[in-house]
């Protein structure tokens, strides 16, 4: 699927195709909501890196998060968390240890996303308090992180493009 995003000021936008354009995840970690000012739907969505193109790059900034787990030495990521440097819109995350993929934040699509099957309610142990999570029948709770990753989510859902 052919995504188009962009920042809310309109310094930025980029496009790139997608295999898995279903958002099927809200992270509740404290990384995505406070990068993402999000209640959980950050880096739901992957892309194809090669495919990416961008206009306005010059006002992109990156940022490494520091991540921080009890009982373990503070360290900074190797993922590249881009934003707008004139709006501070969260645009995508690139990561090294897998440079084919690229995962832009479905808050930053603009073009109309399909509604997935099933949530995936992520990193729950950190999820901020005053967040409302949803209940019910269509979410999967996890703690922490998911078993299955974007792809397989995809494919174990028939939904992969």
């Known amino acids: 699927m052919h995504l188009e995003g962009s920042c809310h000021c309109g310094a930025v936008r980029f496009s790139l195709e997608s295999d898995s354009p279903y958002p ?10 406070k990068t993402a000012g999000s ?36 360290r900074r990521s190797r993922a590249e968390r881009h934003f707008c440097l004139k709006c501070g819109s969260a645009l995508w995350l690139w990561d090294p240890r897998w440079p084919d993929l690229i995962h832009p934040h479905a808050s930053a699509i603009d073009t109309p996303l399909p509604k997935p ?7 729950l142990d950190y ?35």
């Open 24 to 33: 099927y995840m809200h992270c509740h970690c404290s990384i995505c909501r």
């Open 39 to 74: 209640g959980g739907y950050a880096i739901n969505l992957g892309g194809d890196a090669a495919t990416m193109k961008v206009r306005g790059s010059r006002y992109t900034g990156v940022y490494h998060a520091v991540i921080r787990e009890p009982k373990k030495r503070s």
């Open 117 to 123: 099957p099933e949530v995936v309610e992520a990193a």
């Open 127 to 161: 999820a901020a308090h005053w967040v409302d999570v949803p209940r019910g029948g269509g979410h999967v709770y996890c703690a922490q992180w998911p078993h299955e990753s974007l792809a397989q989510w995809h494919e174990r859902h028939g939904l992969k493009e």
